[in-house]
């Protein structure tokens, strides 16, 4: 399974930017899908996850209201819809996908088991 993060770019704060990861491989078996990003000399942060089991969202209390993941009906293409962006969203955002992610580790990195090259999402004040 390879995933491709491509939709990164400079834009103003209060601009929007859409994310998309594309899939190859195996993509019937996931169990979730999900957008992190990384700061420089920071942890890898979670953004937002997708659960095949219902279709469930998640967001992280810092992007909700402004960020939406979906995806396309093969599951092969993930999105990210980021909107009225922040300086404070600055960073390479990567998108992940987990066989058999169990609830408790949505949110977490360690839930995931593919993972994306990254693309850089740079917010100007």
């Known amino acids: 399974v390879q995933l491709q993060a491509s939709g990164g770019g400079l834009v103003q704060a209060g601009g929007s930017l859409r994310l998309s990861c594309g899939a190859s491989g195996r993509t019937f078996s996931w169990s979730a899908v999900a957008w992190f990003r990384q700061v420089p000399g920071k942890e890898r942060e979670f953004v937002a996850a997708l659960r095949r089991s219902g279709g469930y969202t998640y967001y992280a209390e810092s992007v909700k209201g402004r960020f939406t993941i979906s995806r396309d009906a093969t599951w092969n293409t993930v999105y990210l819809q980021m909107n009225n962006l922040k300086p404070e969203d600055t960073a390479i955002y990567y998108c992940?996908?987990?066989?058999?992610?169990?609830?408790?580790?949505?949110?977490?990195?360690?839930?995931?088991?593919?993972w994306g090259q990254g693309t850089l999402v740079t917010v100007s004040s």
């Open positions: 992940a996908a987990g066989k058999g992610t169990i609830l408790s580790a949505v949110r977490s990195a360690s839930g995931y088991d593919y």
